[in-house]
């Protein structure tokens, strides 16, 4: 089954651009407050390195998520589409001066603190304004997801996080500057995780290291658990919203969350990438030695997953119902890693024909670059043409 899309008004419209459909946005984001509301004391923060597209911020913002900030960029994106600055997180491994100052001058969350060198840099700088930085650890969990290898992040062998033997002397370290205020754990073992297990498994190892800081008489106001939740890349029109429910009953039933504790997500790519489709016009049908290609106007400069992870997204020529025939989906930019899908069961194609390249919500329009000197791809949502 092809998804629905206002082919018409498509036709219209230069591309290739990003389509995003609001209503499948906006059930999403129900489905999570339905669930997030189960449960006393959970907090959800939008991944705002996903999509910082501002529409769909608004949209973010409006239905009582925070935000999940890995730049000064994204604090100034997030501060521009309303989200309070008392909801805003900002972690990194390299944070600057001035996205630091940004912070504190706005008086955001938290900090995500990934090293002893860092902390000592915000409370500097902290001290300079005369005011006290909130900090939670980032800690290295060494858990394992089964997920690409380019975006696993918890284990020993990556560059983020505290390690699990240092935690004690981060703690102790922070208790003795002035200009710092110790509120929390951070973790983030990976992204496009399906298997409720790694998050079972994170679970595990937060509740052994809470009952070892309880033993040296520390208490954890918060505790921040990432995000990480994948979607269904094969069947995005089976399956547009991800099971949040198993998401977030995983934790209920796996943490063992002390009284007055708040747990926080940061969720990205289950928030928004069934939501958006990259548009693309067929240039030429050309005909190869052992098969045929679809040749598009999109290339990795627009959606660079496929070059660089290797990931799959669904395909589908949404101007032709002929019968189907395999096509390498490729675009025009001087690389051979410029390809989209091999051997796709296109509808029979020709030029000018329309194609979606589905579940590119996420990691698509924020990650194009303008190589080869190409424009960057805009973004349209359903509420801009309906």
Request: aromatic share 8%; with cysteine; proline share 4%.
């Amino acid at each position: 089954m092809k998804g629905s899309f206002p082919v018409d008004r498509f036709e219209q419209l230069r591309t290739p651009f990003y389509y995003y459909d609001m209503e499948l946005l906006r059930a999403t984001l129900d489905a999570i407050r339905q669930e997030v509301r189960k449960h006393d004391g959970f907090v959800v923060h939008y991944a705002v390195k996903a999509n910082a597209n501002p529409k769909l911020l608004s949209a973010i913002r409006q239905a009582g998520l925070g935000a999940d900030c890995v730049s000064g960029g994204e604090i100034e994106a997030s501060l521009r589409a309303g989200f309070p600055a008392g909801k805003i997180v900002y972690a990194g491994v390299g944070k600057s001066d001035w996205e630091i100052n940004l912070g504190l001058d706005n008086d955001i969350f938290c900090f995500n603190v990934e090293s002893i060198p860092e902390l000592e840099v915000i409370n500097q700088l902290a001290g300079a304004k005369g005011k006290t930085a909130h900090v939670a650890f980032r800690l290295n969990p060494n858990v394992g997801a089964h997920t690409h290898a380019n975006i696993t992040t918890g284990l020993a062998e990556n560059k983020f996080g505290i390690a699990m033997r240092d935690m004690d002397s981060v703690i102790e370290k922070a208790e003795q500057l002035t200009n710092i205020k110790f509120v929390g754990l951070h973790f983030h073992i990976g992204s496009q995780i399906l298997d409720m297990g790694d998050f079972q498994a994170l679970c595990n190892r937060i509740n052994d290291l809470q009952d070892q800081l309880e033993r040296h008489h520390i208490r954890v106001e918060h505790i921040n658990v990432g995000g990480g939740l994948g979607i269904d890349y094969q069947h995005p029109n089976r399956v547009p919203i991800p099971d949040f429910k198993a998401y977030f009953d995983t934790y209920a039933k796996r943490l063992k969350l002390r009284p007055g504790q708040t747990l926080h997500f940061e969720l990205g790519r289950a928030v928004v990438a069934q939501c958006g489709s990259l548009i693309a016009r067929t240039l030429y049908i050309k005909e190869g030695a052992m098969k045929k290609f679809c040749i598009v106007d999109a290339g990795f400069t627009d959606l660079i997953r496929p070059a660089l992870y290797q990931a799959y997204h669904k395909i589908e020529n949404i101007s032709s119902d002929e019968p189907t025939e395999p096509y390498d989906v490729v675009g025009p930019i001087c690389e051979s890693t410029d390809v989209f899908g091999k051997q796709v069961d296109l509808n029979r194609s020709q030029r000018g024909n329309l194609i979606a390249i589905r579940s590119a919500g996420a990691y698509g329009e924020i990650m194009a670059s303008s190589y080869n000197c190409r424009p960057l791809p805009q973004g349209i949502t359903s509420d801009d043409i309906n």
